[in-house]
């Protein structure tokens, strides 16, 4: 079955350094992947989406990816944290043939002022 | 266009009673999923929706839960004889089919607590 594995259940960074939350996925043609944010008692936002156009994917708020085929890896980076960034994070894909989104079980990112 | 609504936000009942959620798409939306999400673990797919279709069913919607989306608009999930283990988030989230290449918008969630 095709789901995506998320590194580290919790992440804390100080504000101003890097984010680096891990994703990879299992599947042996590239699906479609995403990271959501959700914030406390908020609904799921999109922040990016990697759909085979280019490897290096910009979202909102600062935030982007990085496919890597070699390595099935969806990792999440920001050069520098704010404290508004702290929520759960969530990678996600829709393989091939399937309509619905598979979660990872989500990083809980914590900026220490 | 305010997004995918979720009513209510909150709910709690006990033990046996039945709930029914309400969802509103987004107006153009054609296809809605309604997903679990669980304290500390991701949300997990239940059903989705095309128009007024119902086209796939988790393993994890028991005989106990009920979807419909009758007018191929808004959908409603009921929970008959709810037990405590259904207590969780409820995400809705629409999509329009061969648009945006799958990305699909949540609404804020009702979250269930069965006492």
């Known amino acids: ?113 | 266009d305010t997004g995918v609504s979720q009513d209510p936000r909150h709910k709690i009942t006990k033990r046996g009673q039945n709930v029914t959620f309400r969802c509103d798409p987004i107006s153009e939306h054609n296809r809605l999923y309604w997903y679990r999400q669980t304290l500390g673990q991701g949300p997990e797919f239940l059903t989705y929706f095309q128009n007024e279709a119902q086209l796939e069913k988790s393993r994890l919607l028991s005989d106990r839960f009920s979807a419909e989306r009758p007018k191929g608009s808004f959908s409603t999930l009921e929970i008959q004889r709810t037990e405590q283990g259904d207590s969780a988030m409820y995400l809705c989230a629409s999509s329009l089919e061969g648009l945006e290449l799958g990305q699909q918008y949540f609404g804020p969630g009702t979250r269930l607590t069965v006492t």
């Not at chain 1, 042996?28 to 990697?50: A, D, H, I, R, T």
């Open chain 1, 1 to 113: 079955a095709q789901s995506v594995t998320q590194l580290g259940s919790h992440v804390s960074v100080s504000e101003g350094a890097l984010v680096l939350l891990r994703c990879n996925y299992s599947s042996s043609v590239p699906p479609y992947l995403f990271w959501y944010v959700q914030y406390p008692n908020q609904g799921l936002q999109l922040l990016l989406k990697y759909t085979s156009a280019a490897t290096l994917v910009k979202g909102i708020n600062g935030f982007e990816a990085e496919f890597k085929k070699s390595e099935t890896s969806f990792h999440l980076t920001k050069p520098s944290a704010h404290m508004s960034d702290a929520a759960e994070y969530f990678c996600a894909v829709i393989p091939t043939g399937a309509n619905n989104l598979f979660f990872g079980t989500g990083t809980r990112l914590t900026v220490i002022p």
